[in-house]
Nanobody, 123 residues
C-alpha cells in the first residue's frame, strides 16, 4: 500500500517561491515514478512535473524553467520547488505515484494520490 501526504502550500505574492513536499509511505519508494498535478477552480487536473525512479524528469510547458521536481529516496520524499510564482499557478497541488518505471503526463496512469495542498498566488 502506498500513502501520500502533501505539505508546504500557502498564500504567496507573485514572484515569490514556495517548496512543496510529499511524504510517501511505501517500501519501494525508489522504484516509483512520481508526479505533481494541479487543479485550479473549474478546471481539469493537469500534469505539472514528473520524476522517474532513475531521476529522469519532465515538465509541463507553463512551469518549465520555474519549477523543479526532485526526490530524496533516503527520506521517501518528493519535492516541488516553485520559483517566480504567478497568479495562474493558483491551484490545489497533488502528489501522485505509480508502480511503473516511466513518467506519464496522464492522470489516469497514476494509481496513488495525496489529498492535495492549496497554493494561492496573489498579484
Amino acid at each position: 500500500q502506498v500513502q501520500l501526504e502533501e505539505s508546504g502550500g500557502g498564500l504567496v505574492q507573485a514572484g515569490d517561491s514556495l517548496r512543496l513536499s510529499c511524504a510517501v509511505s511505501a517500501r519501494t519508494f525508489s522504484t516509483l515514478s512520481m508526479a505533481w498535478f494541479r487543479q485550479a477552480r473549474y478546471k481539469d487536473r493537469e500534469f505539472v512535473a514528473g520524476i522517474s525512479g532513475t531521476q529522469s524528469t519532465d515538465y509541463s510547458g507553463p512551469v518549465k524553467g520555474r519549477f523543479t521536481i526532485s526526490r530524496d529516496n533516503a527520506k521517501n520524499t518528493l519535492y516541488l520547488q516553485m520559483n517566480n510564482l504567478k497568479p495562474e499557478d493558483t491551484a490545489v497541488y497533488y502528489c501522485a505515484a505509480r508502480s511503473l518505471p516511466t513518467i506519464s503526463t496522464e492522470r489516469n496512469m497514476y494509481f496513488y494520490w495525496g489529498q492535495g495542498t492549496q497554493v494561492t498566488v496573489s498579484s
